[in-house]
């Protein structure tokens, strides 16, 4: 079948770093996205990885490995609004979006 | 900016009552598709649909349908609905290929009493 996992819950500290991994096992692969989805609210894009390596955007990082089916979202300068669930998705060979469960990131001052 | 809006926020109804949920884009995308969200398990993919009156069973279609007659407008359908489809439901329009992603609506929260 097919699966990807992500920790439930992080917390971490106001200006600090996190990483939130995520692993895959997937039929194919066609990409990874990273969403943010504040509480009660939809899910927002954040970034896509179809190449192994680092895509940096602003405060937020995303790094990929095919071969060990390995992502994580890296987290910088953090603030009080990255307060979030962090979704991690694959899109699959026949191009749909296969969801992690998400991680629910907790910011403290 | 990407517009998708769901036809309710907040939503409460009774078992075996039929539930429409609609949504609607203004992107012009082919593309469309209703998910659910329940705590600790990933977005399912309930039906999506690529074109008008064209639709294809996701992962969990079983007690629901979906209706696209026009290319703006995706409705999901409970015929009778039940306690285990409480949940927040999510429409997405997106591209099935490439860099683009998928846009969410606000979601609706559905519970059946």
């Known amino acids: 079948g097919q699966n990807i996992d992500q920790p439930t819950e992080m917390t971490a500290t106001e200006g600090a770093i996190v990483q939130i991994n995520c692993t895959y096992q997937?039929?194919?692969?066609?990409?990874l996205f990273w969403y943010q989805q504040h509480a009660g609210e939809a899910p927002t894009f954040l970034s896509y990885?179809?190449l192994d390596g680092l895509e940096e955007k602003g405060r937020f990082s995303s790094f990929l490995s095919r071969s060990k089916g390995y992502s994580y979202l890296l987290l910088k300068e953090l603030q009080m609004k990255d307060s979030a669930s962090y979704l991690c998705?694959?899109?699959?060979?026949?191009?749909?979006?296969?969801w992690g469960a998400g991680t629910k990131l907790i910011i403290k001052p | 900016d990407v517009k998708v809006t769901q036809s309710s926020r907040y939503l409460v109804k009774r078992t075996g009552e039929k539930v429409f949920l609609e949504c609607v884009q203004d992107?012009?995308?082919?593309?469309m598709f209703w998910y659910r969200q329940d705590p600790g398990l990933g977005l399912r993919l309930i039906y999506f649909?690529?074109?008008?009156?064209?639709?294809e069973k996701g992962d969990i279609p079983e007690g629901y349908s979906v209706s696209r007659e026009k290319k703006e407008r995706f409705s999901l359908i409970l015929e009778s609905a039940s306690t285990n489809q409480t949940s927040m439901y999510l429409c997405?329009?997106?591209?099935?290929?490439?860099?683009?992603?998928?846009?969410f609506g606000p979601g609706t929260r559905l519970t059946v009493l």
């Open positions: 997405a329009i997106g591209r099935l290929a490439g860099t683009d992603t998928q846009y």
């Open positions: 992107m012009d995308h082919e593309n």
């Open positions: 649909s690529y074109d008008v009156k064209m639709k």
């Open positions: 997937t039929s194919g692969f066609n990409g």
């Open positions: 990885n179809v």
């Open positions: 998705a694959v899109r699959d060979s026949n191009y749909q979006l296969i």
